[in-house]
């Protein structure tokens, strides 16, 4: 229970410092709210009357402890672009790209598992050759470059997926699905490179250890000893790696879902910054940066489930 006091501490101080980069770098740049709703060739006495209606013309420790106080209530503000509420938008963009971070996952974990496995069964030879330079090459490539080559593909080429759009699932489950395939596909390829990677990695030195010669010295057959108590050993360090991508997919998700047109959290950070929508972007950094730690915090938890030598105190 401390483990998880002293995590949520830790998570609460880290949003507080970034909160208030975030909310400092925004108000350093140049123009303000005041300018983006009014334009920049408004009358200099209404832009300075709405200014002080505003009230950004307090000193900005106020106007920092007025918006945290905001997003601790719920009154996050009205986007300038979208005219909506912040925070709804924000919730159902956030369902939307959690349905591509949840696929990418899927999609990662079930090729780079076996792939990292297979790789490290035959540690130097041809098959751990082929699979490290497959994931050397899904590491070098960029994500956007494995987006338009999918559209090129499955899209335009094949037909069998649509390039471009999102649909709700509440709305259509298939749809939504089959508009997600394709982003998801794209990020997870990044991914998957890099679990494959440590998945090799880990069970390379787990496979050389005392109690594995003496699971094969028992006379268990080579499949059982690989995966039952080899991947069994390594899955701590994969899932590790793996919540600490998530950090990684969020970053990459506002590329994919540009290229995409997937009108999800990542296309609405673009638009916010594209349009300098700046009570947009405060919020958006904000919950974006709070759901990668609680994704950290998440997997260091089931972390302790899954290997019981791990004790929390």
């Not at 507080?16 to 200099?44: C, E, H, K, R, Y």
């Not at 470059?145 to 759009?165: D, H, K, T, Y």
């Not at 039952?228 to 899955?235: E, M, P, S």
């Not at 950070?269 to 974006?288: E, G, H, K, M």
Request: contains cysteine; glycine residues 10%.
């Amino acid at each position: 229970m401390s483990y998880i006091l002293n995590r949520v501490f830790s998570m609460m101080l880290t949003l507080f410092l970034i909160s208030a980069i975030t909310f400092a770098v925004t108000n350093i740049l140049p123009g303000d709210v005041a300018m983006m709703i009014m334009g920049t060739q408004s009358n200099p006495e209404a832009l300075a009357g709405l200014r002080e209606t505003l009230g950004l013309n307090d000193p900005l420790l106020v106007q920092y402890g007025r918006w945290v106080g905001g997003m601790l209530t719920g009154d996050w503000g009205s986007s300038l672009v979208f005219k909506e509420p912040i925070a709804p938008l924000l919730l159902q963009k956030m369902t939307a790209s959690g349905l591509l971070v949840l696929f990418s996952m899927a999609i990662a974990l079930t090729c780079a598992i076996p792939l990292g496995v297979w790789a490290a069964v035959h540690a130097n030879r041809w098959q751990d050759t082929a699979a490290s330079s497959t994931a050397m090459l899904g590491v070098s490539l960029p994500d956007f470059f494995w987006g338009i080559m999918l559209i090129l593909l499955f899209a335009r080429g094949l037909g069998w997926l649509p390039s471009s759009g999102f649909v709700d699932p509440g709305d259509d489950l298939g749809a939504a699905v089959r508009h997600a395939l394709l982003p998801s596909l794209a990020l997870g390829l990044g991914l998957m490179a890099h679990l494959t990677r440590m998945t090799r990695a880990t069970m390379t030195g787990i496979l050389k250890q005392e109690f594995i010669r003496v699971a094969r010295a028992k006379g268990l057959n080579e499949s059982t000893v690989v995966w039952r108590y080899g991947l069994a050993n390594a899955v701590g360090p994969v899932m590790t790696v793996a919540g600490l991508q998530v950090g990684y997919l969020f970053g990459s998700i506002i590329v994919i879902e540009s290229l995409f047109n997937y009108t999800g959290m990542g296309w609405l950070t673009y638009q916010a910054l594209l349009n300098r929508d700046i009570p947009l972007i405060q919020a958006s950094v904000f919950v974006i940066a709070a759901v990668v730690m609680l994704a950290n915090l998440i997997v260091d938890l089931l972390y302790a489930v899954v290997d019981p030598r791990i004790r929390l105190s």
